[in-house]
Nanobody
Framework: QVELVESGGGSVQAGGSLRLSCAAS????????LGWFRQAPGKEREFVGA??????????ADLSKGRFTISRDNTNTKNTVYLQMNSLKPEDTAVYYC???????????????????WGQGTQVTVSS
């Protein structure tokens, strides 16, 4: 089992920045991804980006490219993935979720169904 706990959400004005954290505890994997998704009211959950458990590769949705950066800290006892969000827009307002999969076979990185473990989500609100 993997437990994921997000933090760092809040309210910010357009153009501002936030850094979300996702602390992973329990088992770790040598394959698969740690991903970020978001869901705005009345909309489907959408892929933001992901990083491999090793931290060697990152993947971004078009909405994230150039503004968001995913990184990983797995030094010592930490097992944390970060989502740095810059140049935030009101349309970035959503609940942001951290997710994890340890699949040893290929799974589409951007599909929510590929992920087995989910955090509780953290609210991000961007005002104009």
């Amino acid at each position: 089992q993997v437990e994921l706990v997000e933090s760092g959400g809040g309210s910010v004005q357009a153009g501002g920045s936030l850094r979300l954290s996702c602390a992973a505890s329990g088992r770790t994997f040598s394959s698969g991804y740690l991903g970020w998704f978001r869901q705005a009211p009345g909309k489907e959950r959408e892929f933001v980006g992901a990083i491999t458990w090793s931290g060697d590769d990152t993947y971004y949705a078009d909405l994230s490219k150039g503004r968001f950066t995913i990184s990983r800290d797995n030094t010592n006892t930490k097992n944390t993935v970060y989502l740095q969000m810059n140049s935030l827009k009101p349309e970035d307002t959503a609940v942001y979720y951290c997710a994890a999969t340890g699949s040893a076979t290929y799974v589409p990185v951007s599909l929510a169904d590929s992920y087995d473990y989910w955090g509780q989500g953290t609210q991000v609100t961007v005002s104009s």
